[in-house]
Every structure is written in structure tokens, then in C-alpha cells.
């Protein structure tokens, strides 16, 4: 017996629901005046990084979620700031999310779909400039706007 194929509306409405997701993910948290986020009411989502507690140093990761929260409020300066791999990230779900919209609505599942070398390049560029870079620069060279 033959395994029926994915509907083809499962892929683009994953996109959409993703970009949905984050930014009202992004909109629920609001930025607090002492560099955390937080939950309506007042609560504190998460904490200080385990890597700035043990070692010192923040991890790649650290100001992701506050980088969603400001772009999500188009404060693009302080989301790139805070993490630039969190700004390009958050944007390029959005994109991915838009990119979804198009192909539900058009009903055409190949709608916008980028060469894969523009795909691999952003991708490559995403890691390297973006991710890797601002991390390297803010272990070896103390470029770190993240309050320790």
C-alpha cells in the first residue's frame, strides 16, 4: 500500500503558523528597564545566562529573546544590538511566514521559493557575519553591549 503524499498546504501553513507564533510570542514579553524581559503581570521570563554565571562570558545565544522583543516592535536598532542573529532570525521568520500567506492564498506551493544558492548563502552569511562574529568579538575582544 502506497503512503499518501503531504497535502500541499501543510508546508506553507507551517510557515505561517511559525511566524504567527513568534510574533505574538514577541508581543506577550515586553522589555523591562533592568535588560530582562518580562510576562504581563510583572513576571520575569527567564533569567541570567548559565554560561555568564559559570564562565563569565555570555553564550551565542544570549540577548535572542530580548533581540525578538524589540524587533517584534520594530526598535530594529536595539534588536541588533542585543543579538544580530536574533534580529535577522526573527525577520526572516516573518519573511518565511509572508512567503506561506502567499502560497495558501495563491493556492501555488512553489510561490517565491528562493534558489537554493540564495538559501545557502543567506544561511552561510547568517552563521558566520551575524552569529559567530558578534560572538567572537564579544569573547576575545569585550565588545559586549549585554550587562554582565
Not at 498546504?9 to 535588560?35: C, H, I, K, Q, R
Not at 526598535?75 to 534580529?87: C, I, Q, T
Amino acid at each position: 500500500m502506497k503512503a499518501n503524499p503531504p497535502r500541499w498546504w501543510m508546508y506553507p501553513a507551517a510557515l505561517l503558523a511559525m511566524a504567527v507564533v513568534t510574533l505574538v510570542a514577541a508581543w506577550v514579553l515586553s522589555p523591562g528597564p533592568d535588560e530582562f524581559c518580562y510576562l504581563p503581570g510583572g513576571i520575569q521570563f527567564g533569567g541570567e545566562c548559565g554560561m555568564v554565571q559559570v564562565m563569565g562570558v555570555p553564550c551565542p545565544q544570549c540577548g535572542m529573546t530580548r533581540s525578538f522583543v524589540h524587533a517584534a516592535r520594530l526598535n530594529l536598532v536595539s534588536a541588533f544590538w542585543y543579538n544580530p542573529a536574533g534580529l535577522a532570525l526573527f525577520l526572516w521568520i516573518q519573511v518565511a511566514g509572508f512567503i506561506g500567506l502567499v502560497r495558501l492564498v495563491t493556492r501555488t506551493p512553489r510561490r517565491l521559493e528562493p534558489p537554493i544558492q540564495v538559501f545557502a548563502g543567506w544561511a552561510f552569511f547568517w552563521l558566520i557575519a551575524l552569529y559567530a562574529l558578534p560572538y567572537a568579538l564579544r569573547v576575545f575582544f569585550d565588545v559586549n553591549p549585554l550587562p554582565l
